[in-house]
């Protein structure tokens, strides 16, 4: 792979090796291109599209995160239609899900001026708050769906499995099997979930009840049963007579 | 839930545990079978011998809309929702179905009945439609509810038309053409000849044809047997694309019912020209009855040598799988078929790579459409040469066209390529219904485009209806009259594509909701002035930048119906 690619990006020529992504030679080149789902550690499957760039020659946007570079690609990443797609995604965005613990989400929703209330009788996304474990509650109606948690969940760290999907389209939802509770499931209470999670839709209990005004000792005591309960098991696994 | 007796679902289980999650699909079929939903336990059973993740096996089942993870009535009733069907009154059908439901005294037999709202039923010929425990029913509304309800409704028989009966030579009989009466018409004459031939030669032979992909995309078939015979590997599919679930489709079920081992026979041809050993058929989950007809044919093919090793005293072995979907149009999609078949939810793969190299399983993969594949005997028997003589340059052979609507004589009709669309419309079919007059017609079904009146002397080939702005598509072409409201037939594309987006990107996962949203309003008669630009945003938003190609044409017919039709969707 010491092969390199030259390629323009917004009337800039750029050198790159093979096997780069648009990203990564825009990154090079100092053109930002925003990224949503994307994260460095976990498969690209080019889901939120934001990063979608116009290449000459192609029908359709492509998704910067994962199509590799070609020797005389030229690429537009902010052409016409490459701003409506990103400002319309972001849009509806707004309409379907709780942005307000996402700031990089809300300063691309600044840079491309797109207008929160773009449809006003949007059914947004609002599940209530599952709070079955001491570690962290899952809040779906900050739920974007860049499937991190799925992945690192899988194949992509961790192998536990806990999690997949419910529903489909625009019900989709990341949930366990027949929507057990998390201690029911496989999960082990790793955390890399909540450590990718970019919009708070994951959060640790503790946080999220430091967030609503509980002090420390009154968390403490909160939780007290939870970890009670939870030894108890662990004595009865380990012990079951 | 415990006492549960799990010894039948195990019982089949045993034959899946080699396989391993392929067999996902046809064992959960097998679940919901025995218990009539798919009980947890039940569930756990089948991970366990599938040896695959339970998060995962709910997400599978949450995916297909056929399955059930709670208990639904003994009895379960889809009532077509989609335009051809609407038109002939699906709606006040469902709601007296409802109705009857509710009226009957408790304890009855129908206190046990799940009566859905369904997407196209692809009976779309004989509106309106409806499946009573997966049976089709043909024109409901004409039924006694009794009869409705114990499955002894009139069944459909295949409406045929057209100028040619070519790839439909032996549909239409009145039944399902069995093995000894396929092979008194000629059949496997074409297999025969082909094994005698160089694989390269036979692939050559298709390329000379001109023969293009009949599903939608129109992809020369010859180019994609090429490129997945000079593939690096020795592990080949071919796979026969039969999930036709575009809204006004029915032309592989009539095949498929009526002929089924023509199909074969040209998945065999497919598989010895690029060096396959295994086929498959992934038909779609309403359609039973092509499911049992397909079956059937394999097992007889089977059994006379037709499949399996030295197929007619060759060194050639090929064998083919029937497997069914369980409701998600978007496994008609190549990349989520494949997914499917290898027991996962429906999303459709990032492209490239492409099938021909990494296709199922990760295999070099060819994939064709029903119908295609029916083209190919007809090729080999009879020489590329003789083929071409019917249709365009460009658009070589027949074609089989669905229509429905308001039209005098629904039906499949099989045209050579070239013949104007009036020819079809009102010398073929008998034009629109009497009193009335064309509207509009939609052509290549909820992905498709809107055609006027202005379109009727487009001829009917790739060329023409490409210049025309007009989608061949798979062949559908559903009428409207004047009578007709086209925003309540936007609102049912835009409410079918809600439902059927898988979810994988953003732009289709929310643009379909936000469409329908908008068009469920304007459909109410309150369009806001701002409606004209959030819908070409919401629809040029899933068009450029959505990840396959239900998302890309999800807007396709909304945004022709707003050129051609632009008063529908201002505000008076």
């Not at chain 2, 040598?305 to 978007?330: P, S, V, W």
Request: hydrophobic share 35%; charged share 20%.
């Amino acid at each position: 792979m010491s092969e390199t690619i030259r390629l323009t990006i917004d009337q800039q020529t750029v050198e790159v090796p093979a096997g780069s992504t648009i990203l990564q030679a825009a990154q090079q080149a100092g053109i930002q291109i925003p990224t949503i789902c994307y994260h460095d550690h976990c498969t690209a499957n080019g889901l939120c599209r934001i990063c979608g760039v116009e290449v000459e020659g192609t029908r359709t946007l492509q998704p910067a995160c994962v199509v590799q570079v070609r020797d005389g690609m030229v690429i537009h990443t902010r052409s016409e239609r490459v701003i409506r797609s990103r400002r319309t995604i972001l849009e509806m965005l707004a309409s379907s899900v709780d942005l307000s613990e996402s700031p990089e989400i809300q300063a691309m929703i600044q840079e491309y001026s797109s207008d929160l209330y773009r449809f006003p009788d949007a059914e947004a996304r609002r599940p209530t708050v599952i709070d079955d474990n001491p570690m962290y509650i899952r809040d779906y109606a900050k739920c974007i769906l860049c499937w991190r948690c799925v992945q690192v969940c899988a194949e992509d760290a961790q192998y536990t499995y806990a999690i997949n999907f419910s529903g489909r389209g625009y019900e989709t939802q990341i949930s366990t099997f027949y929507e057990i509770p998390m201690p029911e499931s496989t999960c082990v209470f790793c955390g890399q979930c909540v450590g990718v999670c970019p919009t708070g839709a994951l959060k640790p209990k503790r946080q999220w009840l430091l967030e609503m005004g509980y002090s420390p000792d009154e968390i403490m005591s909160l939780t007290r049963s939870q970890r009670q309960r939870r030894k108890r098991r662990e004595e009865i696994s380990a012990n079951p007579s | 839930m415990s006492d549960l007796d799990l010894s039948p679902l195990l019982h089949r289980l045993e034959s899946y545990h080699s396989r391993g999650r392929t067999s996902l699909l046809p064992a959960l079929h097998d679940a919901q079978q025995i218990y009539g939903y798919i009980p947890r336990v039940a569930a756990e059973a089948v991970g366990q011998a599938l040896n695959v993740p339970l998060a995962e096996i709910y997400g599978v089942i949450e995916f297909y809309s056929l399955f059930y993870s709670q208990p639904v009535g003994k009895t379960v009733i889809h009532v077509c929702n989609d335009p051809a069907c609407a038109l002939a009154g699906s709606e006040t059908l469902f709601k007296q179905i409802r109705f009857q439901q509710e009226a009957a005294p408790t304890g009855n037999s129908s206190s046990s009945l799940t009566i859905e709202m369904a997407p196209c039923l692809g009976l779309c010929e004989h509106a309106p439609a409806v499946l009573v425990q997966g049976q089709p029913v043909a024109r409901a509304d004409r039924q006694t509810w009794q009869d409705l309800v114990s499955g002894r409704g009139e069944r459909p028989s295949s409406l045929l038309g057209g100028t040619v009966s070519i790839l439909t030579a032996n549909c239409g009989l009145g039944h399902t053409v069995e093995l000894s009466e396929y092979l008194d018409l000629g059949g496997y004459q074409a297999l025969r000849k082909a094994l005698q031939t160089p694989p390269r030669q036979i692939i050559e032979e298709i390329k000379a044809a001109g023969l293009v992909g009949r599903g939608g995309a129109a992809f020369p078939t010859g180019l994609k047997w090429e490129a997945a015979a000079n593939a690096p590997g020795s592990v080949k599919y071919v796979v026969c694309n039969a999930d036709e679930a575009e809204p006004g489709t029915f032309k592989d079920r009539v095949l498929m019912e009526d002929d089924p081992h023509s199909i074969l026979e040209g998945i065999i041809i497919a598989g010895y020209a690029i060096g396959a050993q295994k086929g498959y058929v992934y038909i779609r989950g309403e359609y039973l009855l092509p499911y049992q007809a397909m079956k059937k044919a394999v097992e007889d093919a089977r059994e006379a040598g037709f499949l399996g090793n030295n197929i007619l005293d060759t060194d050639f072995n090929f064998d083919i799988e029937i497997r069914r979907g369980a409701g998600a149009y978007i496994c008609g999609e190549e990349t989520a078929l494949f997914e499917s078949i290898e027991g996962k939810r429906g999303f459709p793969r990032l492209k490239p790579p492409f099938p021909t190299t990494h296709g199922l399983f990760g295999k070099p993969t060819v994939i064709n459409n029903v119908e295609t594949l029916a083209n190919v005997p007809v090729i080999i028997r009879k020489g590329a040469a003789h083929y071409r003589k019917l249709g365009t340059e460009k658009s070589p052979g027949s074609k089989l066209f669905c229509l429905s609507g308001d039209v005098v004589r629904p039906g499949l009709y099989e045209v050579p390529f070239g013949i104007p669309f009036h020819h079809l419309l009102y010398d073929l079919a008998g034009g629109v219904r009497p009193g009335h007059h064309l509207q509009a017609a939609l052509f290549g079904g909820a992905a498709g485009a809107f055609a006027t009146p202005d379109h009727l002397n487009v001829r009917l080939t790739f060329e023409d209806l490409k210049e025309a702005g007009l989608p061949l598509g798979s062949g559908v072409i559903t009428v409207f009259d004047e009578t007709r409201d086209l925003r309540d037939i936007c609102l049912r594309l835009a409410r079918f594509f809600a439902e059927e987006s898988c979810g994988k990107c953003y732009p289709c996962q929310m643009g379909t909701q936000r469409q329908f949203e908008i068009l469920e309003r304007i459909a109410r008669g309150e369009v806001q002035q701002e409606d004209w630009e959030r819908l070409q945003d919401v629809g040029w938003t899933m068009t450029d930048s959505s990840l396959c190609g239900l998302g890309q044409t999800a807007a396709s017919a909304i945004l022709s119906a707003m050129k051609h039709f632009p008063h529908l969707f201002q505000p008076i």
